[in-house]
C-alpha cells in the first residue's frame, strides 16, 4: 500500500476542502479492515506523518487495541493492547501533542517496527461516539515541532468523521455477526443432537466454540469428587485429554456451585497457578462456562484465547448459548451411553467398543510384561470430517461400516479389533511385532482400494504401529500413545 503525497503543508483552506467529500468515502468502505486503510490514507492527505496509528477503546475493560498502524508508508503489526489510563487522549478525551521526544515510541509503543519508534513529533486526538471515546487516532513525524494548532484542529475533523463511520460499521458488523451466530447455532443444535455418541458430542461442542468465536482453543472438562476432568481438547495447544487436577476454590464455587461463568482476564497473573491453565498456558485468558443435564451441572464448555482480556460479555453469553445446546444433546448422549456400555460391541460397526478394547488390552499388556510379544495398530479415516461434512452423517456411516468390515475380514481369532471412538479403530495383534504388523497393514490398506464404496469416495487410511516395551512402557495408555504418535509422524510424511 503506498501511501498518498502529504498535503499538511498546503493551505489550510485546501486541506479542508480535502476534507469535504471525506465522509462519503468512509462509508462507502465495505469492512473494518478496508475502513481503517482508508482513514490512513485520507489523514496522510492532510497531514505529514512518517506514522500512523488508529487505536479503538472499550471503556469497559478499559482496554485500548490498535487496530492499524503503518510506518513510512507500510503496514506495521497491530493487535498491540493497552491501558487506556496509560495515554492521555483516552483519559482526558482532548488532543494531545508532543513537541520534541526521542523516546516516545519505546514509552507506550516498544520495539522498532511500531508506528511512533524514533518519533520526535506525535499529535493524538480523541474519537468521539456521543461523548464518548471510542478509540484514538495518531500521527507521527520524524521531525521536532512538526505540528501546529490548524493541524490539531483538520486531525480533529478527520477523527470526528472517523468516529461516525466506525460507529456505523460496528453496527453493520454486529448485525451480520449476529445473523451468522443464529444460523450457526441452528446449524450446531441440529448436527449435535444428531449424535448419540458422548465423546462425538463433546468434541462437535469445542470445535462449534473455536469456529463461532474465533479463539485458539475450547474444550469439555467434567468434574468428579473436587477434580476436573479434561474430556475432549481442540485447537493451537490442546490439553491432554485424561488430565485431571483439583478445582480451584473459586472455579468450583461459580461453575459447580453458583452455575455461573469463570472468567479468567490474564493467565499469567491469575492467583491459582495449580488450575490446569496455570500448568499448560503462561499467558492468555480463559472462560469456563458451566454444562447442565438436568438440574446436575456436569461440567464445563472451556475457551481459551492467547489475548489477555479476550472475552467480551458478548462472547460469555454465546458460550452459555453454546453450553445449552450441548446440555440437551449430552442429555441424550449420557442415556444412550449408559445403555451401550452394557454391551461389549459397536453399535454401528459390530466390532468391539472401547470398553471391550481396554479391558482385552489390560489382559494382552499383563501377558506382555511376562515375556509375551505384543503390538497394536492404531487406524485413523483421513479427512472423515469432510466426508460427514459434505455427503451427509449416512454416508459417513456406510464409510465407517465399509472399513469395520475389512478389519474384520483381515482379523485373526486370536486378534481383537475395536472401534476406538470417532473414526479411529484400533487392531491389538497378539504375539505380533512391528515387522509382522506390516504385512498386516499392507492387506488393510489393499482391502481400502479394493472397497467400492471407499474408492468411489478416495477415502484413505492413516495407520501407526506400536510395540509394547517392558523396560519402557507401563501400561495400556503408553502403548496406545506410542502407536498415536507414529500415526501422526506418518501422517506428517504422507503430506
Not at 469492512?31 to 482513514?39: A, C, G, K, M, P
Not at 521536532?144 to 461516525?164: C, F, I, K, N
Not at 444412550?336 to 452394557?342: D, K, M, R, Y
Not at 469416495?457 to 504401529?465: D, I, N, P, Q, R
Amino acid at each position: 500500500m503506498k501511501t498518498p503525497e502529504p498535503t499538511g503543508t498546503a493551505p489550510l483552506e485546501e486541506r479542508y476542502r480535502a476534507l469535504l467529500g471525506l465522509g462519503r468515502t468512509f462509508l462507502g468502505s465495505s469492512t473494518s479492515r478496508d475502513l481503517y486503510q482508508t482513514i490512513y490514507v485520507e489523514t496522510a492527505k492532510v497531514i505529514e506523518l512518517s506514522g500512523f496509528m488508529l487505536s479503538l477503546y472499550d471503556d469497559q475493560s478499559e482496554v485500548a487495541t490498535v487496530v492499524f498502524s503503518a510506518k513510512e508508508g507500510k503496514e506495521s503489526k497491530s493487535g498491540l493492547t493497552y491501558a487506556g489510563s496509560d495515554s492521555e487522549v483516552l483519559r482526558t478525551g482532548e488532543p494531545t501533542a508532543i513537541e520534541n521526544q526521542t523516546d516516545m515510541g519505546a514509552l507506550l509503543f516498544p520495539g522498532d517496527g511500531a508506528p511512533g519508534a524514533g518519533a520526535r513529533s506525535t499529535l493524538s486526538v480523541p474519537l468521539l461516539w456521543r461523548n464518548h471515546v471510542t478509540g484514538a487516532l495518531a500521527v507521527f513525524s520524524s521531525h521536532p515541532d512538526a505540528y501546529v494548532a490548524a493541524d490539531s484542529e483538520v486531525l480533529g475533523r478527520v477523527a470526528d468523521l472517523a468516529a461516525v463511520a466506525l460507529e456505523n460499521m460496528r453496527h453493520v458488523e454486529e448485525l451480520q455477526r449476529r445473523s451468522f451466530e443464529a444460523e450457526k447455532l441452528e446449524e450446531i443444535g441440529r448436527v449435535l443432537v444428531s449424535s448419540l455418541d458422548f465423546e462425538e458430542v463433546l468434541e462437535r461442542v469445542s470445535y462449534a466454540t473455536m469456529e463461532l468465536l474465533h479463539l485458539d482453543g475450547a474444550g469439555v472438562w467434567t468434574h468428579e469428587d473436587g477434580c476436573g476432568t479434561v474430556r475432549t481438547s481442540v485447537g493451537e495447544i490442546p490439553f491432554p485429554v485424561g488430565t485431571t487436577w483439583t478445582l480451584s476454590d473459586a472455579v468450583a464455587e461459580a461453575v459447580l456451585v453458583n452455575g455461573e461463568p469463570f472468567r479468567i482476564e490474564d493467565v499469567g497473573s491469575h492467583d491459582n497457578r495449580e488450575d490446569l491453565l496455570g500448568i499448560c498456558f503462561q499467558t492468555g485468558s480463559a472462560v469456563s462456562t458451566p454444562i447442565k443435564v438436568g438440574d446436575r451441572v456436569v461440567g464445563a464448555l472451556a475457551a481459551r484465547s492467547k489475548q489477555v482480556r479476550r472475552f467480551t460479555d458478548t462472547d460469555v453469553r454465546m458460550l452459555g448459548r453454546l453450553a445449552a445446546q450441548a446440555s440437551a444433546a449430552l442429555d441424550n448422549a449420557e442415556l444412550h451411553a449408559s445403555i451401550q456400555a452394557l454391551s461389549l460391541t459397536d453399535a454401528l460397526t459390530g466390532l468391539s467398543n472401547r470398553r471391550h478394547l481396554q479391558l482385552h488390552l489390560e489382559r494382552e499388556v499383563a501377558a506382555a510384561r511376562r515375556g509375551r510379544k505384543l503390538a497394536l495398530v492404531l487406524f485413523d479415516l483421513d479427512s472423515f470430517k469432510h466426508y460427514n461434512d459434505t455427503l451427509g452423517h449416512v454416508v459417513g456411516d456406510q464409510i465407517l461400516k465399509a472399513f469395520g468390515g475389512i478389519l474384520t475380514q483381515e482379523n485373526r481369532a486370536m486378534n481383537l479389533v475395536a472401534r476406538y471412538g470417532g473414526d479411529e479403530f484400533v487392531s491389538v495383534l497378539s504375539e505380533g511385532d512391528a515387522q509382522g504388523a506390516q504385512g498386516y497393514l499392507a492387506r488393510i490398506h489393499k482391502g481400502v482400494k479394493g472397497d467400492p464404496l471407499l474408492a468411489s469416495h478416495g477415502v484413505t487410511v492413516s495407520s501407526g504401529v506400536a510395540e509394547f516395551e517392558a523396560a519402557e512402557m507401563v501400561g495400556v495408555e503408553e502403548l496406545i500413545q506410542a502407536a498415536d504418535r507414529n500415526m501422526y509422524k506418518n501422517k506428517a510424511a504422507k503430506r
